[in-house]
T-cell receptor
Framework: AQKVTQAQTEISVVEKEDVTLDCVYETRDTTYYLFWYKQPPSGELVFLIRRNSFDEQNEISGRYSWNFQKSTSSFNFTITASQVVDSAVYFCALSEASRGSNYQLIWGAGTKLIIKP | NAGVTQTPKFQVLKTGQSMTLQCAQDMNHEYMSWYRQDPGMGLRLIHYSVGAGITDQGEVPNGYNVSRSTTEDFPLRLLSAAPSQTSVYFC??????????????FGPGTRLTVL
């Protein structure tokens, strides 16, 4: 069965520290997509990244980077030189491409990231 | 483009009352869905639609009805509200139902409290 686990419920770091948010997923599909969304205190959901299962290249976008490793079924998210504005709840999600799945998103429980000034 | 819009932003109901949460998108997206978000949990899918006139149940459909008469609108109806339906509700849409362009775009959410 498909599942997404974000074992870190809450992480607190001091500004400028690097921080990694873990995401482990389970799926039987060979074709799937992984996502990260950010939910700031204002409550909206902000799309950060989508990765398909055939692309294991790491991705970097400014201070954000993502490490996708199929061997460990992980899709971890690192924020370098964290800032107070990075404080939010971050969700990892999985979308399978199997027949009938309709690419529905399976969500992790989220990791609350607190960046202290 | 307004994207995905939801109304109302906040709502308080009494047990047994009915109401409709509105969702609209102006991006001509085929796929629309409703999620609920409860504390300490990820989003859970309530209902979804792959196009006008087609709806299906998600993970937690009980107590909710949907319809999709147009591509733009996907209202969620609570027929008889219960305290267990206190939650934040998100509507989402995405371009296609079977393509790789499947990033979902979310509305701002509706915070519902049932007393």
């Amino acid at each position: 069965a498909q599942k997404v686990t974000q074992a870190q419920t809450e992480i607190s770091v001091v500004e400028k520290e690097d921080v990694t948010l873990d995401c482990v997923y389970e799926t039987r599909d060979t074709t799937y997509y992984l996502f990260w969304y950010k939910q700031p205190p204002s409550g909206e959901l902000v799309f950060l990244i989508r990765r398909n299962s055939f692309d294991e290249q790491n991705e970097i976008s400014g201070r954000y980077s993502w490490n996708f490793q199929k061997s460990t079924s992980s899709f971890n998210f690192t924020i370098t030189a964290s800032q107070v504005v990075d404080s939010a709840v971050y969700f990892c999600a999985l979308s399978e491409a199997s027949r009938g799945s309709n690419y529905q998103l399976i969500w992790g429980a989220g990791t609350k990231l607190i960046i202290k000034p | 483009n307004a994207g995905v819009t939801q109304t109302p932003k906040f709502q308080v109901l009494k047990t047994g009352q009915s109401m409709t949460l509105q969702c609209a998108q102006d991006m001509n997206h085929e796929y629309m869905s409703w999620y609920r978000q409860d504390p300490g949990m990820g989003l859970r899918l309530i209902h979804y639609s792959v196009g006008a006139g087609i709806t299906d149940q998600g993970e937690v459909p009980n107590g909710y009805n949907v319809s999709r008469s147009t591509t733009e609108d996907f209202p969620l109806r609570l027929l008889s509200a219960a305290p267990s339906q206190t939650s934040v509700y998100f509507c989402a849409s995405r371009p296609g139902t079977g393509t790789s362009t499947d990033t979902q775009y979310f509305g701002p959410g509706t915070r519902l409290t049932v007393l």
